[in-house]
């Protein structure tokens, strides 16, 4: 007799992965024991030799479909004898490093189950098993066992007990499982009413949906707001509530078919819809829904994943819903009853609350598919807290992000845990929810504040940065903005000594003199550091901050270096008084700062081509252009000249100026100026790699979610022989920036590996 | 002639760089070192409006450039 002593890394916990190594060592006549520890799952195994290598050999051909294995150790070991195979209680020590598995959508089994009258849990909302249902939403700490997690007061009842001990059965050890008879139900409250039990407070939420009314509805990671996306009236009264001007409103689709009705789906954007993470998809609409998507030819929609979400629909919700975040505008999304209660009773009718807690919040997930591939743009339900790579270094680092899109990023063993998304850190909420995201992720791997590298970015007014030097770590350090960006790009695709270019366009980031960069160029590696080679030409922002908010402002900046231009105030332009008034800060040089952003040069762009008024979301001037712009058809572009170190923007503007001036249609101007944009880059780009013998260009920031520009970089690299290397796996807006702040501060001593890699 | 200005600390790898960097161009500069200097962390503070971050480079009384290649450290209060 012969034993083996197995270890099994990676996302092995949640997905089944005990229950199914019994049936394995059962069907294989094994005998031993299997145990989920911090680092993941431990199995010892004794028998005949052939009966143990076709264990293994099946362990790595057909695990659990929602396993991700990145590790498995076997080592030899002596028999002692067991007798027979069990499931072992889970052991706990020091920085656990296991990866919580990410929520999955309901599977197809227990969907089958859901809607089968004979079934025990007919139209039961908490239905799950070990291959489907919430489990970052549930955890409360580590290991994943069910007294760990937000179901720890719901005892089994002696059927859901036969079922988890049953190894043949698919909730074997499903930690979440539950019954209508044993578990959380859900009710809805309409002002002091309230409806009792699963079946008829769902029946009734639906009603309500439609008869055009908002319902808060309780799902996975939060609270959603969700009305009838195809009646005007509803939206509009939602917009009005939640103070939500005109940023889209992403919807859900009863299933696939009414899916395709209201978007194009190309195949690539249908798997990313129907993928596990289930995220909302941005695809190109085809139905008009009013109000759900203003001034935008996308919609971003989601599927059902949740029971619940497939209850709502089969009980006569309206096919299309608009599911929004709760939350007043800008605030964190809702998940705590008592909240969301308070804070959401302004805006919804009626709420649909279920007894399970959420143990944490976890937003929806954006993705699309773009010209470089899937992309996506806000990380977090269905794929946090999966580890996005892992970095060589043993220091434990946390990286605190930057101030819009946050995100914090925990290094662990190496491996990096990027957070769910939380929000823009202008107000008390999110900076909140802010420092529990950072507790909750502490307490989970259980690192102590003084063992850390704590991370900040170099803005120094950052509210980040201000939390930053709160923590009592072992040592302080920062990263620049757009470096950080491309360390994102490099580190999602393990390239630590590679040599590239990379191009980091946003809005605004700190830079290495003080002023506010956007536009920039870098060669370097992450190892060796990022030199800044080029940048778009430099202008003065009046006004501050404000000239994030108001195009004119941006406009005035740049215009101040274009002569010959026509008379902005009057039509067409119409530009308003505070055009005027930011020139005359600008002459007085008071509140003017200089900056190289190129998200404010689409910003004044749109300002010429109409959009005068303020932004109500950022990036919103940006977005409008870019929807202009692919209404044209015409292929000319306006000059945008690279000397080697600038990209003059002078030229640019002043087309865009003339042709408006002279009457040429927006949508043409506004494909002009893109195409002008990308081919300005382009020459930089082949400028740069080819007078560095660089093969690879990174491009990275919040200007690069613009799929136009992206379309035309590629066109026009085309068959250049440079690679162009995006996000895929963090986004690349600043959601992605602690994950490159991390990365760079671990390779900044240069001591990484055990060799201590010398620095040149 | 300008006048160079590096503040940075001893312990500090990106402000050995940039220390090199300025050495191997040949460049004449006065360095203080923040941790041990409450008046130059002072006057850091004070050219860099407030940030912590650590090389600073500052000519003629203007910050020219702060961390070395997008990197810093950040020295306490």
Redesign the interface.
Known sequence: MNAFSIKVRGVVQGVGFRPFVFRLAHANTLAGWVSNDDEGVEIFLEGSESALKSFVHELRAAPPSAADISEIEISRSEPVGVGDFQIRESRSEQHPTTRISADLPVCADCLRDLFDPGNRRYRYPYINCTNCGPRFSVTLSLPYDRQNTTMREWALDEFCVAEYSDPGNRRFHAQPVACGACGPEYFLRTGDAIVRGSDPSIRMASRLLAEGKIVAVKGLGGYHLACDARNANAVEALRERKFRKEKPFAVMARDVTIAREIVSLSAESERLLTSPARPIVLVKAKAELPQVAPDCDELGVMLPYTPLHHLLFASGAPDVLVMTSANRSSEPIAYEDEDALARLAPIADAFLIGERPIARRVDDSVARVGAFGPSILRRSRGYAPGAVTTIPTRRPILALGADLKNTVTLVVNGQAFVSQHIGDLGDYPSLRAFQETIDDLLAMYEVEQDELLVV?D????YASTLQ??GFEAK??????H???HIASVLTERCEWEKRVLGVSFDGTGYG???TIWGGEF?V?SIAR???RVAHLRRAVMPGGDAAAQFPVQAAAGFLAQVSGLPNLTAVPFSFPQRFEDAQTLLRQGVRSFTSTSMGRLFDAAAALLGFTRVVSYEGQAAIWLEQLARRATNVDAYAFPFDGRELDFRLLLYGVAQDRGSGRAVAEIGRAFQRGVASGVADAITSICSARSLDTVVLSGGVFQNELLLCDLKDLLNGREIAVWTNHLVPTNDGGISLGQAV??AF???AVNTEGAA?A | MAKLELFGTAGCQQTREMREWLEWRGDHFVEYDVEADVEARRRMRTLSSGQRTVPVLVEDDKVVQIGWQGRGCIVGE
């Not at chain 1, 170099?458 to 007014?461: F, K, V």
């Not at chain 1, 040592?475 to 620049?480: G, T, Y």
């Open positions: 900040c170099q803005h120094p007014q930053a030097q040592e302080h350090a920062s990263v620049q757009h470096r950080a290495d003199d003080g870098f370097g550091g990022f030199e760079m501060a900044q001593n240069h620095h």
